[in-house]
């Protein structure tokens, strides 16, 4: 088993208790492709045998927890331990996260603030070799900040005109809006890419629209070219996204939450069409046909504050793509949904019943209990709200829920091993400690 001979094949955890090994997420794991995301907790607290998630196969991951408790932490483990898998693995699946915080550029350091914890789980730090994109007008500013980013780029025509109208947050039916719906879908007929510069001249040709219609319509679209996302053609896919990559899309400085829904729909969209045409070709090689073009790699797609893109009560611009292709029928093609959130009451109900794996962190509010409650699977014993007592305050803590063994499990999420940008700032503390040893965690 992969882990259990080297850091490439080592299991992380050399440290106590490693027991019998555990896989989540599979029944059938042969022992490759291993996630290991921690240990699992006694009642005492204690540590207990390694606990891995499957990674050979696709799967929907819910994360929940309230602020502070995990999530983004969490979610860093399982980007680490992707990067991580052995060689020939790695190469066929490739990590994309939407990051609407702008915090996992620091993954390219080693977690040097938490050595000593580290330590105590027989762990290094280390770095890792991640890619960052950021909005291609935008470029300039993390470049002054120091930070080594790339431009990336959505194509201007892959959005409709009521996507458009949505975005604004204006009726299609207004003035602005009829102007736009029929200027953008008279481009769009013409089936080739276009350019925000040809938009306006659009708007500004329309015969039938007054001139105030057309001057807010131009504003708008004036609005669009300062968040620096679309251009004419847009990044290719390939250049973002190739086998054994971890890739950061940063899209933290779209203020507009509109925005970045459309952004995480067009791109998740793509993945998926791509995911597919893979299928296509990896059938046609069983079937003894010769490709000699790389495939598409197995995508892991992880999202933040996945209730902005698919709200409870509403249909937001990236509800679609997300709930009806990458979590109904990502698994077919291969692409695997990784959603963060503190609200599970304010999320979609289907991301809860459709993840085949819920990790919990502390809860306290009802309502956000009562929302995984309520498609809480039959083989749980004891209602959440006990399951989570047990598991206490503890920061990293986590119930795991897997649907494929229909168990349930107590774990405590391994430290980082790069540099975790999520955490809280202090006032008060120098940045440099090592606070291992103060943490609430006793090893
Ligand atoms: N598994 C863990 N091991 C050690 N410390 C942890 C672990 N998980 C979380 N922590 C600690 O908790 C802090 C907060 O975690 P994290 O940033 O993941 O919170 P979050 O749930 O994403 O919060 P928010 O909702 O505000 O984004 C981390 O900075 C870290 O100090």
Redesign the pocket.
């Known amino acids: 088993m992969q882990k259990i001979e080297s850091r490439e094949s080592k299991p992380v955890f050399r440290g106590k208790n490693t027991g019998a090994l555990r896989v989540l997420g599979s029944e059938e794991n042969p022992g490759k492709g291993l996630l290991s995301i921690?240990n699992y907790m006694a009642l005492d607290h204690s540590r207990g045998a390694a606990v891995y998630l499957d990674a050979l196969k696709p799967h929907a991951i819910l994360i929940c927890?309230?602020?502070?408790?995990?999530?983004?932490?969490?979610?860093?483990?399982l980007l680490e331990e992707l990067a991580f898998l052995e060689p020939a693995i790695r190469k066929k699946l490739a990590s994309v996260v939407i990051d609407t915080?702008g915090?996992f550029w620091t993954m390219k350091y080693p977690n040097a603030f938490?050595a000593r914890?580290l330590k105590n789980w027989d762990l290094t730090p280390a770095g890792l070799d991640i890619e960052i994109f950021v909005p291609v007008g935008k470029i300039e500013a993390y470049r002054k900040r120091n930070i080594d980013v790339k431009p990336f780029s959505i194509p201007i025509s892959e959005l409709s005109g009521s996507q458009w109208c949505r975005i604004f947050s204006i009726e299609e039916v207004s003035p602005p809006g009829i102007l736009l719906v029929r200027a953008i879908e008279s481009l769009r007929e013409k089936g080739e890419a276009y350019s925000f510069e040809e938009i306006l001249s659009e708007i500004a040709g329309d015969p039938r629209s007054d001139k105030v219609s057309k001057g807010a319509a131009e504003n708008y679209f004036r609005a669009v070219n300062s968040w620096g996302l679309f251009s004419k053609e847009g990044t290719k896919l390939s250049d973002l996204v190739s086998g054994g990559r971890t890739t950061i899309l940063d899209v933290s400085t779209l203020e507009n939450e509109n925005v970045c829904a459309a952004a995480v729909s067009i791109i998740a969209g793509r993945l998926y069409e791509a995911r597919l045409e893979a299928r296509r070709t990896y059938e046609k090689k069983l079937m003894g046909e010769k490709f000699d073009e790389e495939v598409f790699p197995m995508v892991w797609l992880f999202i933040?504050?996945a209730h902005i893109f698919i709200p409870a009560k509403t249909e937001g611009l990236a509800s679609k793509v997300l709930i009806n292709r990458c979590l109904r029928q990502g698994r077919q093609p291969g692409l695997s949904l990784v959603l963060?959130t503190?609200r599970p009451a304010s999320l979609h109900p289907d991301v809860v019943s459709q993840s085949d794996l819920l990790i919990c962190?502390r809860l306290t509010a009802s309502d956000d209990i009562l929302a995984l409650e309520t498609s809480r699977p039959l083989y749980m014993q004891e209602n959440l709200q006990a399951y989570i007592k047990k598991m206490g305050s503890e920061?990293?803590?986590?119930l795991i829920v897997d649907d494929h063994s229909e168990s349930v499990h107590l774990v405590?999420?391994?430290?980082?091993l790069s540099w975790?940008g999520?955490?809280?700032p202090s006032a008060f503390e120098p940045h440099t400690k090592d606070?291992s040893k103060e943490?609430t965690?006793q090893l």
């Open positions: 921690g927890g309230k602020r502070g408790y995990g999530k983004s932490y969490t979610m860093g483990c915080m915090i938490e914890k933040d504050e963060a503190q962190h920061r990293g803590a986590a405590r999420i391994r430290p980082r975790h999520g955490g809280e606070k943490n965690f």
